[in-house]
């Protein structure tokens, strides 16, 4: 029996890295995937196709998480498109890293806005969905930086951290309804973003990290598979670290 069978995902930010890989690990488990991205691009358009192949329904939508407006006209249109939303997760994000004394207005205001007013946008849309379902699970992304702090990251730390209390407080209000919200932190993951980085500075990483590795986008996706599947029925308003032992 599949985890997700005909389940109904959200996944925001997916046409690559870590969302795309929670989407191909969801429909795995027989969810039909809906996902949001900035365009319709070649991206969208491969992964609709592949999760298709796997026997799902699959649509790509292209909208700006930022946006509050654009982003309940896209819920409306997966409600109206799938029927139903049973799993939210907020994945889409930005970094815009520099030492505070030389971090621009603008370099704050982006990285507040995609990575954290983006959760209260897709949230606020989703919660009257699943209220009335009496079911649904939130997952948002933070980072481990979230909880420790980074210094060059002020903006992206404070936008990850605001994450974990609001996800807190969702759990609070919305626990009655039978609406879970739990948070995910990752550690050192391996995406497009940090295969960027020489051999070195990512051996060096390693050596740091308990497991002595960086993780891969599926192994925060399987966290994911938890937290949406009825295996978590009884975990909210937690934050899950997934680094290899790097936090603890
Ligand atoms: P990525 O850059 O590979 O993918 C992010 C996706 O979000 C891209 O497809 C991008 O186009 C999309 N996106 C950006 N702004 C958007 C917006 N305004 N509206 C809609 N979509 C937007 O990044 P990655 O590594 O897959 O990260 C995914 C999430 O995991 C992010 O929230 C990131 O902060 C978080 N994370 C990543 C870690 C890592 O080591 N890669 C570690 C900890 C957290």
Redesign the pocket.
């Known amino acids: 029996m599949n985890l997700l069978q005909d389940k109904v995902a959200l996944i925001?930010?997916?046409?690559?890295?870590?969302?795309k890989a929670i989407a191909l690990k969801f429909a795995s488990e027989g969810a039909n995937i809906a996902f949001?991205?900035?365009k319709d691009d070649e991206?969208m358009a491969s992964l609709v196709k592949e999760l298709e192949g796997m026997g799902v329904k699959a649509k790509g939508y292209a909208?700006?998480?930022?946006d509050t407006e654009e982003t309940a006209k896209t819920v409306a249109a997966v409600a109206a498109d799938f029927g139903r939303i049973d799993i939210l997760v907020n994945?889409?994000?930005?970094?815009k890293d520099g030492l505070l004394l030389r971090m621009s207005e603008d370099q704050w205001d982006a990285v507040i806005n995609?990575?954290l007013k983006?959760v209260f946008n897709f949230t606020k849309a989703v919660a009257p969905i699943m209220s009335s379902q009496r079911s649904g699970s939130i997952i948002s992304?933070?980072?481990?930086v979230g909880v420790s702090g980074n210094a060059g990251q002020t903006n992206y730390s404070a936008s990850?951290a605001g994450i974990i209390g609001f996800t807190k407080s969702v759990a609070k209000e919305f626990g009655k309804r039978g609406i879970r919200a739990n948070a995910v932190?990752?550690?050192?993951?391996i995406?497009?973003?940090?295969a960027q980085l020489s051999e070195e500075v990512r051996k060096d990483w390693a050596s740091k990290i308990p497991l002595h590795r960086g993780g891969t986008?599926e192994d925060v996706a399987n966290v994911c598979l938890f937290l949406g599947s009825e295996l978590s029925s009884y975990v909210s308003g937690q934050v899950l670290h997934v680094c290899g032992g790097m936090n603890m």
């Open positions: 925001t930010g997916a046409s690559r890295g870590i969302g949001t991205d900035l991206n909208s700006n998480a930022a994945n889409a994000g930005i970094t995609v990575n983006s992304m933070s980072s481990v990850k932190a990752p550690g050192f993951i995406t497009d973003m940090t986008p």
